[in-house]
């Protein structure tokens, strides 16, 4: 599995928009870029995913540049409910041949500050 | 709320004694995983089921450890003479056969071995 590297941690102010950018030098063509957000005392949920280029949805937007060595998550104009830690995962589509299991980093624990 | 529940959400025990966790995983997921998490480090993998076969076990899950699924709904984790070292969240997460790689989670079940 190719390794994934975040920042620690950010701090940003309410009603900013936040980057995390995530670097993954060693992806494979058939890995998957996903984010998952954890709250404290709850289990992750999934937020995004993406492959190249550029994926929205309601939460946040996903940038992967040509490379895919590197992927950025963008939450526009964040409140303090957005405090959490931010795990980016890569990982290949399920291929059918056996067993899958996520594999976390320590992920980017993101304070919002009013 | 038809997400993954488990009980119970918290669970003090002595050192030595056996302790049981239950997970309900969304009806009609038939892949059904538990993960444990220490404070600071991200959810480690520790077993999956598809149906109600246990088709991979981590190294992290010691002879000690147990998991069912017996009718290939819910699955519980048991933990027999319970060590410190065990004191961790444990989370269960399910999915969809060929959407493996997105995992919904459960709040977890939080142990704390004294």
């Known amino acids: 599995l190719a390794k994934t590297t975040q920042p620690i941690s950010m701090d940003s102010y309410e009603g900013q928009e936040v980057n995390i950018t995530c670097s993954h030098n060693n992806i494979a063509t058939n890995d998957y870029i996903t984010w998952y957000q954890q709250f404290p005392s709850q289990g992750p949920r999934f937020i995004i995913q993406g492959y190249k280029t550029k994926v929205t949805n309601e939460v946040a937007s996903l940038f992967i540049p040509a490379d895919r060595k590197s992927s950025t998550l963008s939450l526009p104009r964040v409140s303090l409910s957005d405090t959490a830690v931010y795990y980016c995962l890569v990982a290949p589509t399920y291929s059918g041949a056996g067993s899958y299991q996520l594999t976390f980093g320590k992920g980017t624990k993101l304070s919002v500050i009013p | 709320d038809t997400g993954v529940s488990q009980n119970p959400r918290h669970k003090i025990t002595k050192r030595g004694q056996n302790v049981t966790f239950r997970c309900d995983p969304i009806s009609e997921h038939n892949r059904l995983y538990w993960y444990r998490q220490t404070l600071g480090q991200g959810p480690e993998f520790l077993t999956y089921?598809?149906?109600?076969?246990?088709?991979?076990k981590s190294r992290l899950l010691s002879d000690r450890f147990s998991a069912e699924r017996p009718k290939g709904s819910f699955s519980t984790l048991e933990i027999q003479r319970t060590e410190q070292g065990d004191s961790a969240m444990y989370l269960c997460?399910?999915?969809?056969?060929?959407?493996?790689?997105?995992?919904?989670f459960g709040p977890g079940t939080r142990l704390l071995v004294l």
């Open positions: 997460a399910s999915s969809l056969v060929n959407r493996e790689e997105t995992q919904y």
């Open positions: 089921f598809q149906n109600e076969a246990q088709l991979e």
